[in-house]
């Protein structure tokens, strides 16, 4: 399995969120637990939770240690990450050797990983969300909301990301894609640095009205300088604290924050309401069977 060499060992992955737009299947299955295509160890096509896949993804770019930020909900995906020995002594007793390897798998991940499940016990937004990670970050980490994945070859984005914030040092580095409709997306604004990366002089929440449409696809690098201007950040519209006001003020106090975009060949899948969804079940599906060395 490819693994890039770089310091970046710790991720937080927001899933805290109700999944309201995805009832009644999510009344009691977190959307984050919700299936895409992908691959198994034999390399044949299969469906995981979208948030198995995140981890795998991350754990193949290096990382080993998780924040999941969960609430009232959540017992399954925790079940999900935790390790069952019976259930793979099951498999191998009625050898259904594929499935012994796949799950074999996915728990040698879990048991070389440290995963902690911090609890949000209300929905304050994104920002509060990251915030709740702050005793167990000290240095650079990434940031992927457990609803959204991009696939690209040989997780070619996360290397452009790290690449960028480590040349620019950055305080914060944002993946980024321009989109059709961008009022459903918080957005960014700025200038050109060089081809495919962009200084950001402004950041916005989903609006009606965008001045841009450079959509945020919900993967940040950070530095920890992040919680301090979250926790300066006051409550917006429905008591949430949201990670862009945050973001802002890293960029009003002087901080470099910058923005990658996605290359045309590299997808962005978000399943947080009915359309999306269905357009990542095709979009996973399609990049499995179209090429195979889009998922290692």
């Known amino acids: 399995m490819w693994r890039l060499s770089i310091i970046?060992?710790?991720?937080?992955?927001?899933?805290?969120?109700r999944g309201t737009r995805l009832l009644p299947a999510t009344k009691e299955t977190p959307k984050e637990m919700l299936p895409i295509f992908s691959e198994n160890i034999q390399r044949?096509?299969?469906?995981?939770?979208?948030?198995?896949?995140?981890?795998?993804?991350?754990?193949?770019?290096?990382?080993?240690?998780?924040c999941f930020i969960v609430g009232k909900g959540k017992s399954s995906l925790i079940d999900h990450f935790t390790i069952d020995k019976t259930e793979l002594a099951y498999l191998n007793e009625k050898e259904k050797q594929s499935l012994f390897l796949e799950l074999s798998n996915i728990q040698h991940k879990l048991t070389s990983s440290s995963l902690v499940f911090i609890?949000?016990?209300?929905?304050?937004?994104?920002?509060?969300?990251?915030?709740?990670?702050?005793?167990?970050i000290t240095d650079t980490f990434l940031v992927q909301a457990g609803d959204t994945l991009i696939l690209?070859?040989?997780?070619?984005?996360?290397?452009?990301?790290?690449n960028v914030h480590k040349k620019y040092d950055n305080a914060a580095t944002i993946m980024v894609q321009e989109?059709?409709?961008?009022?459903?997306?918080?957005?960014v604004l700025g200038n050109e640095e060089?081809?495919?990366?962009?200084?950001?002089?402004?950041?916005?929440?989903?609006?009606?009205?965008?001045?841009?449409?450079?959509?945020?696809?919900?993967?940040?690098?950070?530095?920890?300088?992040?919680?301090?201007a979250l926790e300066l950040t006051s409550e917006g519209s429905g008591g949430e604290v949201q990670l862009t006001d945050g973001i802002q003020k890293m960029i009003d106090s002087g901080l470099n924050v910058m923005a990658v975009e996605l290359k045309k060949n590299e997808y962005w899948l978000d399943i947080g309401n009915p359309e999306s969804y269905w357009s990542a079940l095709n979009?996973?599906?399609?990049?499995?069977?179209?090429?195979?060395?889009?998922?290692k």
């Open 194 to 228: 060089e081809k495919g990366v962009i200084s950001v002089d402004k950041v916005i929440e989903k609006s009606e009205s965008p001045p841009s449409k450079i959509a945020i696809t919900a993967l940040y690098l950070f530095s920890p300088s992040i919680f301090n």
């Open 152 to 162: 690209s070859k040989n997780n070619q984005h996360m290397n452009r990301l790290w």
């Open 119 to 136: 609890n949000q016990p209300e929905p304050r937004g994104f920002g509060d969300a990251v915030l709740k990670a702050r005793p167990y």
């Open 283 to 295: 979009r996973s599906r399609n990049n499995i069977l179209n090429s195979k060395t889009i998922i």
């Open 179 to 187: 989109v059709d409709d961008p009022r459903q997306f918080g957005i």
């Open 8 to 17: 970046i060992t710790k991720a937080v992955i927001p899933a805290a969120g």
């Open 44 to 66: 044949e096509l299969t469906v995981k939770p979208i948030l198995q896949v995140i981890f795998e993804q991350m754990y193949d770019f290096g990382v080993r240690e998780y």
